[in-house]
């Protein structure tokens, strides 16, 4: 059963870009399901100040947190671009879920790939220089969005400066920085405030620690 097919039935439901899907510590107890669009996934300090922690893009479910426990959603989730979501009460999808091995292998995939990215962001940030923390941000968000074509990949990011100076953990003049150095070596390329992940391998270069 592909994973999409546990929402049948579903009307979907559409964001605007920069449009909140989900408020930190909203009364909800809904699975979300990515059919178009980036959806991500933000922290506020005390003083107010976004924090970008994760995306999720088509084929992606949200939030993962509460699948296994029923935890209350600290976190927020905003529309990056335009998206459609199909949604499903969180007892139903775990039924639907635990009814099929496939099923579950897709969830239980999805749940280790956010946990590796974290920690391979938290390895970068604690041993590598300003170059390897962004390029491994770069790569994290590649892997979600990459379109193979031949031998390389080609993917579209679709965040500020800003956004990847917090995944990063940099300021974002210093992440500007890097990525003007990169743009400059042809590793990466604009189309318009996109910015393009043109040559992987020479990008994996950068991030390797």
Known sequence: ????DLFAQRAPVTYEKGERVLRAHEDTQDVYYVRKGV????????????FTAMLYAK??????????????????FQALTPVELL??????FMERVLADQEAVKHVLSLTMRDQ????HRLR??????????????LLTIGQQFAEFRQESAV???PLTHQQIADLSGLTRETTSVELKNMERKNVIS??????LLTDMPSLKKVAEL
Do not use: C
Request: aromatic letters at 10%.
């Open 155 to 157: 993917a579209e990011v």
């Open 87 to 92: 949604r499903l009460p969180r007892k139903d």
């Open 59 to 76: 084929g992606d479910i949200f939030p993962l947190r509460w699948l296994y426990k029923d935890l209350e959603n600290i976190y927020s």
């Open 39 to 50: 959806v991500r996934l933000y922290l506020l300090s005390l003083e107010g100040n976004e």
């Open 190 to 195: 604009y189309r318009g405030r996109t910015i």
């Open 116 to 119: 590796l990215a974290v920690i």
């Open 1 to 4: 059963m592909h994973i999409e």
């Open 124 to 137: 970068a940030a604690n041993f590598g220089n300003a170059a390897q923390r962004v390029a491994n941000s």
